[in-house]
């Protein structure tokens, strides 16, 4: 009876614990974000350095990103996730998870860049 109650605890509590976090990482992705930061344009892909030197990979909008590259802008989106494919010749299939930033609107601030300056 004792080892009924002790394991019937220990999953109610583990229960608790999970919807804590569940609804935790729920409320970080909730709304949009604005960045802001130095665009750049490098293999394929637009990046915003920010000014304590993070990266973002920007999706979305490149028609509004291709004429603000080298100046500094705020993003406004949402942080997402793209699944890339990184299988080599003759290996099995495989994929990544990269994260990116769902851009949906632009902003100018500078024609030169402030970020990591």
Known sequence: MRKTLVVTLVVLVSAMWL????????????????I???????????????????VYQLSNEANKLTHHVGHE???TGMPGVRTV??????????AKEQPVFKVKTVTHVADTCMAGK
């Open 73 to 75: 802008i705020k993003v």
């Open 36 to 54: 802001q930061g130095c665009l750049s344009y490098t293999d394929g892909h637009y990046r915003l350095t920010d000014s304590s030197g993070n």
């Open 85 to 94: 494919d990184t299988t080599t010749q003759s290996a099995a299939s495989s």
């Open 19 to 34: 919807a804590a976090q569940d609804s935790g990482q729920m409320s970080k992705s909730s709304g949009p974000t604005t």
